[in-house]
Each structure stands twice: as C-alpha cells, then as structure tokens.
C-alpha cells in the first residue's frame, strides 16, 4: 500500500471530517449543511466551485497545464432515513437519520483529493469533482444530469467508488462489466368484482388470481430469461381488503415490486413478462390488470478502457491487493446516469470486516476511517495517470 505523506498528514483533519458529516445526516436533496461545507472546503484549496446542480450538488473543477482530457470522480453525499442504534461518539445526531450506506466516507475522501490534488497539481488537464446528492432513490444523478452536468463540465471517463465491507482496507475491488443491477419498480392492480365471502360464485374475486400471479412470478426468471443470465423478480408488497372484514371478497388486490437485470435486453424481457403474466392471469380469471414498470435506474456496466486505467491506479496504491474478480451486487446506484454520458468505471473500496454483522443499510453500518487514506490516494493517482504531465 502506498499513501503519499501529504495525504497520511491530511488524515487527522479527513477523519474528523468523516466523522462530522456522519454526525449530521442528511436525506436526497436537503444536503444543505453538508453541500456548503464542501464547496467551502473546495473553495479554499482554490478550486473554482459550482454550487446547486440537481439541487444540492457542487461541482469543483480543477484545472491544472494545458492537457486536454477531462475527467469526472464522483461521490454521493446523502443519508438514509432510518435509526442508528450502535453507540459511537460521533452518532448521528438527527433522530430517523443516519450515514448507514458510508456516503460520509465517500464525500470525505473526494474533498481529501481535491485538496491533495490543489496542492500537488501534479497533472495536466481538469479534473471535476462530482458531488452528487440523493443516491438513495431519490434521483440525485438524473437530476444533475438533467441540470446540465456534463453539458457544462464535459468529461471523457467518469469514476465512481463504494466502500465495501468484506474487503479489508487495503483492498479494492476494479472489474470490468456488469456492477450493478439495473432497479425498477413494478406496479400491478387486480381488478375484480367484490362480493360476499359465501357466495364467490356472485363476483370476481382477484385474491385467488393473485394468489396465482404470485406463484407463477418466478416462472420468469426460471423459465423465460437465458440462465446465464442474472435477474431478479421480487413482488414486495401485497395490499388486499381488510382483516376486519372476513366475509368480504375485495374489488382489488394491489401488488408491486422490484425487478433487477444486469443488461438491457433481460431488463426488456422482465417489464413485458411480468406484463403479459398479469394480463395473461387476469383474462383466466375474467378480470382486468393494470400494469405498471417504471424503469428508474439502468445497471452500472463498467467500461473496459475506463477499467483499464482505474485498475492501473488501483495496482499504483494496492499493488497485489487489488482484486479483479467480484461479484456484481444486485443493488442498483444511480451512478449508471453518468456512465451513459462517458465512459464509466465503478470501483469498490474495502471497508474492512462487517463490524457486529453490520453491513449497508444496517442500523449499525459505519464507514472505517481506515479507508480515507486508501480511498484519497486511489482518487489522487487515478487523476495523476490519467490526466499524466508531458515529459
Ligand atoms: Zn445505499
Ligand atoms: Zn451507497
């Protein structure tokens, strides 16, 4: 592992940082307090800075010889909206709130590789330093893309980073491909005819059809889509009369959930199947079906030529820690946006072992202050190689 000095010297006030931002939570789009300190923070190291894209984003461009190539690191800045339950000195200070995903970590090292990158200005060429808020659903990626993003700040590669646990921190994870599913919700409403429970023969009841429906749903992914092929159908949510009323047969069944795919033809093939078994179901059981995907996030499929060169820094810092092989999550991260406008590159940064079991999206999930360090010299070398000085 190789963490320049300037940077090891840079941990104490990162780490403090760190562990601020996570005592401050904040949800997509209301980053208010943690969006001003970054461009403050940006602002001071003497990088020119954008404020308000996609609502609370920053922008920090930096500048440096006269390369031409122009890349774009991102890091996502928004908390969850859940409890923290383990007791840390720096616990989370906002009841219902807390940093469970480690975007705490992921602005903290941005910010420590601006600031190394000012100082050293050992590249040429411009760097922007992405801060995206709402990765968490809410959209923030789109909506910065929909800002202009790359319409103001164009970028030839845009890189991204999540902290992993299960790697230690002096690992990281570079892979080319597929690395994470695309995320879609789907909606569906079973429309029959209420009646008396006694007498089923006087309706149309859509309980027994989406009994059926909900059986047949995995018949998709284990009999339709190419085995090779990852995919996941999950139904999440089932909403039909009333436990107080036992001798009522209900118009209509509600049903919804997530399919997940790794390419676009498999995301394709799950909005039509679950379609066509909906309608397919409703016309057995002489009742209507009102169907619903809203496609909200495609997967993160890392280009090879992008791979190439994060892998190059990655071997920089991690020499021999560096794995090339790992698996694709089935989440989704809105960082997909931003790798339909460049060529893209999504890396995973070790977290070290899952603390009490703890892993994202847990109620006791903490970044490790142990990543900064690796994570800020990753970003810096990555912009060294790829935004190399002539001579
Ligand atoms: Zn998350
Ligand atoms: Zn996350």
């Known amino acids: 592992m190789r963490i320049p000095a300037e940077i090891e010297s840079d941990l104490p006030f990162l780490t403090a940082l760190r562990r601020d931002l996570h005592a401050h939570p904040e949800l997509g789009f209301e980053e208010e307090r943690t969006s001003a300190i970054v461009a403050k923070l940006l602002e001071e190291a003497g990088i020119s800075v954008h404020r308000g894209l996609g609502g609370t984003g920053v922008v920090g461009t930096l500048q440096i010889g006269n390369g031409t190539r122009r890349i774009g690191l991102r890091a996502d800045m928004d908390a969850l909206a859940m409890p923290e339950t383990a007791e840390r000195p720096y616990k989370s ?3 219902g709130k807390m940093h469970a995903c480690g975007h705490d970590g992921h602005t903290t090292m941005l910010i420590g590789a601006a600031r190394h990158l000012a100082a050293t200005r050992g590249f040429s060429g411009t760097v922007h330093f992405i801060f995206q808020p709402a990765e968490e659903g809410r959209g923030g990626a789109k909506r910065m893309v929909e800002d202009g993003l790359f319409e103001l700040f164009p970028c030839d590669a845009v890189y991204g980073l999540h902290n992993m646990p299960g790697l230690a921190v002096d690992e990281m994870a570079v892979v080319s491909g597929p690395q994470l599913a695309s995320s879609d919700s789907w909606r569906l409403t079973l429309r029959g005819t209420g009646t008396h429970g006694a007498k089923p023969h006087l309706g149309r009841d859509p309980i027994t059809a989406a009994g059926t429906f909900l059986s047949s749903l995995q018949t998709i992914v284990g009999r339709i889509v190419d085995p090779l092929q990852p995919a996941v159908v999950s139904a999440c949510s089932v909403q039909a009369g009333d436990p107080k009323a036992l001798n009522v047969i209900p118009d209509i069944v509600e049903i919804g959930g997530t399919a997940r795919a790794y390419s676009p033809e498999v995301r394709d093939q799950l909005e039509a199947e679950i379609g066509r078994l909906a309608q397919g179901t409703a016309l057995m059981f002489g009742i209507v079906a009102e169907y619903a995907f809203e496609r909200r996030i495609p997967p993160v499929v890392n280009d090879a030529d992008a791979t190439a060169r ?64 690796p994570g800020v010299a990753f970003w810096t070398r990555l912009v060294e190689r790829e935004l190399a000085s002539e001579g």
Do not use: R
Request: proline share 6%; glycine share 14%; with cysteine.
């Open 93 to 95: 200070t906002v009841t």
């Open 310 to 373: 994060a892998l190059g820094a990655a071997v920089d810092v991690f020499d021999a820690k560096v794995v090339t092989h790992f698996p694709p999550s089935t989440a989704g991260d809105d960082f997909a946006f931003f790798g339909q406008k460049a060529p893209g590159c999504y890396v995973w940064l070790g977290n070290g072992p899952a603390v009490d079991g703890a892993l994202h999206h847990n109620t006791a999930y903490d970044f490790n202050d142990g990543a900064i360090g």
